[in-house]
């Protein structure tokens, strides 16, 4: 195909255009900033810029602080900004276009489709969206097949993990491309290989979250309670090792085997409103390997001694010890 | 009552029984050792004291290095451990009982009975389970007043959280005293109301987790991308801010009102098997109304400003950045 052999590789991206410069938007648009790249906003509303311009500013402190790439501007985050009145203009120019328009499928597919209308045909065109598969938003595009999903995570100038996964109009070549150029401009990427609903992170935020408001609504938790129970608890294991770990930990030196047999009945305790899968001896076995494969030769004592010099380093760093 | 009147005052806690020495009653054993406390341990297993000793020496590295309280030993965290065969003498030396035995509701309400026994009358007993409420715990106690749920996280040494919640039969008072006597011990407590099975944290990590092993059940997400996919996104906020603040950021300048007003719909999204709850302008108003307490005068920017420090803390502290 043209466009793939025409397609810039991803260590040669330049010109990145936002399109859409909100919360997620304009997070986008301070990242790629401070990672060398020129950016190219649009943005309808009206006071647009102004609240670009203020968010930008935030972020740079904290991006100065981490230490800019080569071809940021040390000077201002503005030296490589253009914000542009027409998204015509604003695609014409991009190497990869990144889209974080409100989370509206209709929006959504017009707006992806008038982007794929404007934008070089050799040009990837990624979605900031948190929960629409490409599928049902690239219906309208010409060119379905270099349109893909990139989601990040608030803030995309400091969490790292971005999600790629593509539409069944999506051209494989497309996903591995985006996630190599994502991987290039610093991120985390996870490379999805099907479309679920939410994609992986925001499933497991919106249990947690759904698990909340339930809470809240039956008066059996604050909110202050809520947030401190994670900030005190459990999200402090969870920026070093992921739930799958965790559990690993508690099941001491049996590991994810000795927890799941020890504590898989738990799952039919009515601990959430979420019902509980089957711990089928398959998905026990897929839970204790992926455990093992993650550790990679790590002994629990292993884990555990990161674990805990990780905890300590993230009490130290909070000003909490 | 005159157990209430001869209780020691929570400050003037000396000697701490730990039943059962497993991870988490292990790590009970540590982190009161480091506290300055006298530990008396007791569990029924026949290697015990050898996993014991091992898990209080590799937790001792970081307590040291966190700082120990006066009291607790600077040459061995064995010092002040006592390691007994029998369970009535470990009781009858108690300021203040934890139990940690295995989640099984027939061996708790045995054990807690034997440990009620076995207790001088004043000393409150708490216990670490994981889901059970006190109500149906301490229904073969003589004086189930003073026994109360003291649930912590593992590692119970690093982890300041620690849930207080009383049974139908617990007197508030105990309570109280319990929630106190965490609080002087250096523990983030949150005391409770009512009991919900799960208490709060453990039903959010379960939605969370729940929702995980659907996730490999279905073949939608491996371990490896569930872990990073946490580690490198929500799990670096959750630190910092609980679901609730990171959600009010969500919002923009907006807080929590835009992003329930913008993101309210998703909740009917099928991004997880849990069922949402409904949207009630009563449920809206009571999230609102606790984020703006919880964030206590600082504005969308300051909480910004405080959580991109904190991101940037972590990555640092983990050697991530």
């Known amino acids: 195909m043209s466009d793939q052999l025409s397609r810039v590789p991803p260590q040669d991206v330049r010109t990145v255009t936002c399109v859409g410069a909100g919360v997620i938007g304009g997070g986008w648009v301070a990242y790629f900033l401070s990672r060398g790249y020129r950016v190219v906003a649009w943005d309808p509303a009206e006071d647009a810029e102004a609240r670009l311009r203020h968010l930008v ?34 695609c014409a120019q991009a190497d990869f276009v990144q889209e974080s328009a409100p989370e509206d499928l209709e929006l959504k597919r017009t707006l992806l489709a008038d982007i794929d209308a404007a934008t070089p045909e050799h040009v990837v065109i990624s979605s900031s969206t948190s929960g629409y598969g490409m599928s049902e938003m690239q219906v309208r595009c010409a060119h379905p097949e270099r349109t893909v999903v990139g989601h990040p995570f608030n803030p995309p100038y400091l969490i790292p993990l971005v999600e790629v996964v593509g539409g069944t109009a999506t051209s494989p070549e497309v996903v591995a491309w985006t996630s190599d150029f994502f991987r290039h401009a610093g991120k985390s990427v996870i490379t999805m290989d099907s479309e679920v609903p939410g994609f992986i992170a925001n499933r497991l935020q919106e249990a947690l979250w759904r698990e909340a408001l339930h809470m809240v609504a039956e008066g059996e938790a604050t ?39 020890h504590f898989g009945p738990s799952l039919l305790s009515p601990w ?28 629990v004592d292993d884990l555990v001694a990161e674990r805990d010099r990780g905890v300590i380093a993230i009490l130290r760093a909070l000003g909490r010890v």
Not at 227 to 233: A, F, H, K, R
Not at 272 to 284: I, K, N
């Open 223 to 261: 909110v202050e309670q809520i947030d401190l129970s994670i900030t005190d608890g459990p999200g402090l294991r969870w920026a070093i090792q992921g739930p799958m770990l965790t559990f690993h930990l508690a099941g001491g030196q049996g590991g994810m085997a000795h927890m799941l047999d």
């Open 272 to 299: 959430t409103r979420l019902t509980a899968p089957e711990l089928t001896p398959e998905l026990r076995d897929a839970v204790v390997d992926g455990c093992e494969r993650e550790a990679g030769g790590r002994s």
């Open 57 to 90: 500013g935030t972020a740079w402190t904290a991006l100065t602080d981490l230490g800019l790439a080569p071809g940021a501007s040390p000077d201002s985050p503005f030296d490589n900004l253009t914000v542009v009145p027409d998204l015509t203009d604003a």
